[in-house]
């Protein structure tokens, strides 16, 4: 009696946690680190286990344009950072030597002014993707990103994928929701087949997964209503394109922000 007891008691407990992970509340149960593999990009690793990329980058101390390399252990939630954080040794300050003194000279041999300074040497430009989408508020107006009846809402409460999913013919185009940069395009991440990742702003990213081909690269810069990809069945039993919108690496629901139809 008291084994079942305890093991009843165990269950809930799992569930309890499992309800935590999926619900408002951001209670963290991913792994301390994970070790970077080819093809991963940094907006790749966050949509996984649905981080805001901005907060990852914030935690390895990785700065625009957010690179990334193969073999690179990440650290994948706040508690674990923050212990890493406070075992580091304290840095010892440098001790600054006392300057020189300097011989007094007499005005005869005082050397002469220089007639003009030596110019400073200019620093190299460095060009980086991240100007290429603006920090602001959320697209002012979205577009539906491919022909089709909606055959799976979004839900909260299910496992999973955060989206819909549009039923489709293979091929047929599947365009860029709103104006942004492709962060991501490649098939590294399980169950979506082939996929591209947009970045519209800081704050909002969108998904368009089991594409047949990808007519776009990372790094490529995309305006609202180009096509990217050619819908298909790659991930998935039936052609259909499943779409995601994530705000601060949030999923939310698409169809509050598509127009009516």
């Not at 169950?191 to 947009?198: A, H, K, R, V």
Request: aromatic share 8%.
């Amino acid at each position: 009696m008291r084994r079942a007891v305890r093991i009843a008691v165990f269950m809930f407990t799992l569930l309890l946690l499992a309800g935590c992970s999926t619900g408002g509340s951001r209670t963290f149960l991913y792994p301390d680190h994970y070790t970077v593999r080819r093809g991963d990009t940094l907006y790749s690793i966050a949509w996984r286990f649905k981080l805001d990329h901005k907060e990852l980058a914030q935690w390895n101390h990785i700065g625009p344009p957010y690179t990334i390399y193969p073999g690179q252990r990440l650290v994948m939630n706040p508690m674990q950072a923050q212990a890493e954080r406070s075992s580091r040794p304290a840095a010892t300050p440098t001790p600054i030597p006392a300057p020189a003194s300097t011989p007094r000279t007499s005005p005869a041999t005082k050397p002469p002014t220089q007639a003009a300074s030596t110019p400073s040497p200019t620093k190299p430009t460095v060009t980086t993707t991240t100007g290429k989408v603006a920090a602001a508020a959320p697209p002012s107006r979205w577009l539906w990103p491919t022909d089709g009846e909606v055959i799976r809402k979004f839900s909260q409460d299910t496992a999973g994928k955060k989206g819909i999913a549009i039923g489709g013919r293979k091929g047929q185009p599947v365009v860029a929701a709103a104006g942004g940069e492709v962060v991501y395009s490649g098939s590294g991440l399980l169950g979506y087949g082939q996929l591209i990742i947009i970045n519209h702003n800081k704050n909002y990213l969108s998904a368009y997964a089991h594409n047949s081909s990808l007519l776009v690269k990372e790094g490529d810069v995309v305006e609202a209503g180009q096509q990217i990809a050619k819908l298909g069945d790659t991930g998935t039993d039936r052609a259909m394109l499943h779409f995601e919108i994530r705000h601060n690496g949030r999923p939310v629901d698409p169809l509050k922000h598509l127009p009516a139809r």
